[in-house]
T-cell receptor
Framework: DAKTTQPNSMESNEEEPVHLPCNHSTISGTDYIHWYRQLPSQGPEYVIHGLTSNVNNRMASLAIAEDRKSSTLILHRATLRDAAVYYCILRRLGGAQKLVFGQGTRLTINP | SQTIHQWPATLVQPVGSPLSLECTVEGTSNPNLYWYRQAAGRGLQLLFYSVGIGQISSEVPQNLSASRPQDRQFILSSKKLLLSDSGFYLC?????????????FGQGTRLTVV
């Protein structure tokens, strides 16, 4: 499974944008970039995914580098409820489509 | 709509006792099913996954086993629990559709082995 690298922790202020980086230099052509987040004492929650093009949904935006070796999850206006551990995961199309979690980035939002 | 049920929510079991955690999915057919464990303060570790009835793949050797007796039922078991089996156990499902690659997680079972 291709590996991702994320900062252990990040901090931001409420109502400001947050950019969460992820490096995945060994990504292959069939790997989708997924982001999940986990709030305390809950199961992970899907945030967004993409393959090559930037993606937007109601929760966040995903910016993917042209060479696909890195990506950035963008929370446009952070709220206190966005405080969570954010996981960047590569998920290969086909087979079991395993989701292998790394350590993620613990995001703290200051009021 | 699809839902995933996982129970119990919390469990305290003595060392050496058996374990059975059940996960069921509603509203979809032939899902991929997964069991994860999260030890206190640690990341999520994939334990087992299944692509069909009776098909189980183990990711790490351990004191646990999994079974899938029905299409939408996934069971995690142990014959004799160890202290190190304590953790937060999560079941998840996804379907093999290119345009629908999300995985959905249950609310988890917090297991404490004493």
């Amino acid at each position: 499974d291709a590996k991702t690298t994320q900062p252990n922790s990040m901090e931001s202020n409420e109502e400001e944008p947050v950019h969460l980086p992820c490096n995945h230099s060994t990504i292959s052509g069939t790997d989708y970039i997924h982001w999940y987040r986990q709030l305390p004492s809950q199961g992970p929650e899907y945030v967004i995914h993409g393959l090559t093009s930037n993606v937007n949904n109601r929760m966040a935006s995903l910016a993917i580098a042209e060479d696909r070796k890195s990506s950035t999850l963008i929370l446009h206006r952070a709220t206190l409820r966005d405080a969570a551990v954010y996981y960047c995961i590569l998920r290969r199309l086909g087979g079991a489509q395993k989701l292998v979690f790394g350590q993620g980035t613990r995001l703290t939002i200051n009021p | 709509s699809q839902t995933i049920h996982q129970w119990p929510a919390t469990l305290v079991q003595p060392v050496g006792s058996p374990l059975s955690l059940e996960c069921t999915v509603e509203g979809t057919s032939n899902p991929n099913l997964y069991w994860y464990r999260q030890a206190a303060g640690r990341g999520l570790q994939l334990l087992f996954y299944s692509v069909g009835i009776g098909q189980i793949s183990s990711e790490v050797p351990q004191n646990l086993s999994a079974s899938r007796p029905q299409d939408r039922q996934f069971i995690l078991s142990s014959k004799k629990l160890l202290l190190s089996d304590s953790g937060f156990y999560l079941c998840a499902w996804s379907v093999l559709l290119i345009r629908n690659l999300e995985a959905f997680f249950g609310q988890g079972t917090r297991l404490t082995v004493v």
